[in-house]
């Protein structure tokens, strides 16, 4: 064999020439991340990240960003979570650092929600209707359902609820039924960043809510995970 044949199969074969040059490549922005700020800890780093974040970010994009391996960003992580928690005789802030939908994010601390509603009523965006809400807690319970199946559960029309939730990011498609063409529905994890929740596992049960457990949603329909 050549060596240019021998250099072609080396680079054709996993862990060949080409990987081994990405892994370098990668090594080396890693290295000059890490140099760039040498006097910013860790720690600073990800508490400015997070920020101004807007939604969660994983352990593995808040590594690629400070230029760290994901042991140690998850070390600093917990860090945060401890020194604004008060541990060890910190201060306890009024906010928190919690892990949702796969992510991390500010949050305020839950008993400050009332301070913070009576802070930010004014300049509220529309509030979802009534008839929102039950059709998005009908997907939340039920998912993934069609809007024929949201419809008479609700008995109402569903069609221009469903296109408000879909486009407020709410809900989304799933799927599509082969044999009839219909389409399912979700929540999205927009719903759970809103809800401060990391899965839909959290979501209280409806039992207590309703005379028999499950008027409402169909006697013969039960509802997934034994949320009734």
């Known amino acids: 064999m050549t060596d240019d044949a021998r250099a072609a199969a080396s680079s054709a074969e996993p862990g060949g020439a080409d990987e081994v040059a990405d892994a370098r490549a990668i090594e080396q922005e890693l290295h000059a991340r890490q140099t ?15 920020m101004i974040a807007d939604e969660p970010q994983s352990l593995v994009a808040l590594g690629a960003a400070v230029g760290a391996p ?17 541990v060890d005789g910190t201060v306890r802030r009024g906010f928190e650092l ?41 997907v939340a319970y039920k998912q993934p359902i069609t809007r024929s199946q949201i ?12 296109r408000t939730l879909v486009a407020r990011g709410l809900i989304e498609e799933s ?46 329909e039960g509802i997934p995970d034994g949320r009734v």
């Open 151 to 162: 419809a008479s559960i609700r008995a109402v029309n569903v069609d221009g609820v469903v």
């Open 175 to 220: 799927f599509t039924d082969a044999e009839t063409g219909a389409i399912n529905y979700i929540t999205s994890d927009l719903l759970l960043q809103q809800l401060g929740i990391n899965s839909l596992d959290e979501l209280p049960l409806i039992s207590p809510l309703l005379e028999d457990g499950a008027d409402g949603f169909g006697h013969d």
């Open 36 to 50: 760039e700020y040498p006097d910013l800890p860790v720690d600073r780093q990800l508490e400015a990240i997070l």
């Open 70 to 86: 994901v042991p140690a960003v998850r070390q600093a992580i917990e860090r945060l979570v401890a020194d604004f928690d008060g």
């Open 98 to 138: 919690r892990e949702v939908g796969g992510g991390w994010r500010f949050y305020v601390r839950r008993e400050l929600d009332d301070v913070v509603e009576q802070f930010v009523e004014a300049e509220r965006p529309a509030r979802l209707s009534q008839a929102a809400l039950e059709t998005l807690a009908v």
